[in-house]
């Protein structure tokens, strides 16, 4: 068995990419969207919250356009905070 440093080339374990979970692409954590759905109480028998990641890509495709101008006015808080 060999460390993972000794695998690769001594860089250490690398960060996973994930998959969006539209296009199936694979794509850096730190790029990724977070998408919350919760469905209104009158459809909550019916539907239950979900979360899935998605890429920047399918983020556009799916108009969060006005999500990411707002997200551009924030002050950054650091790499990978995301406000949670």
Same mark, same amino acid.
């Given at each position: 068995?060999?460390?993972?440093?000794?695998t690769?080339?001594? /860089?250490?374990?690398? /960060?996973?990419? &994930?998959?969006c979970?539209?296009?199936d &692409?694979? $794509? !850096?954590?730190?790029?990724?969207?977070?998408?919350?759905? *919760?469905?209104?109480? !009158?459809? !909550?028998? *019916?539907?239950?919250?979900?979360?899935?990641?998605?890429?920047?890509?399918?983020?556009? !495709?799916?108009?969060?356009s *006005?999500?990411?101008?707002?997200?551009?006015?924030?002050?950054?808080?650091? $790499?990978g905070?995301?406000? *949670?």
């Amino acid at each position: 068995m060999k460390s993972v440093e000794r695998t690769r080339d001594g /860089t250490g374990d690398a /960060t996973p990419a &994930r998959e969006c979970y539209r296009c199936d &692409r694979d $794509v !850096a954590p730190s790029q990724l969207f977070r998408v919350d759905v *919760e469905p209104p109480d !009158a459809l !909550a028998r *019916e539907y239950r919250p979900s979360m899935r990641y998605c890429c920047p890509d399918c983020a556009a !495709a799916m108009n969060l356009s *006005e999500f990411s101008d707002w997200m551009k006015s924030r002050p950054r808080r650091g $790499v990978g905070s995301g406000g *949670e």
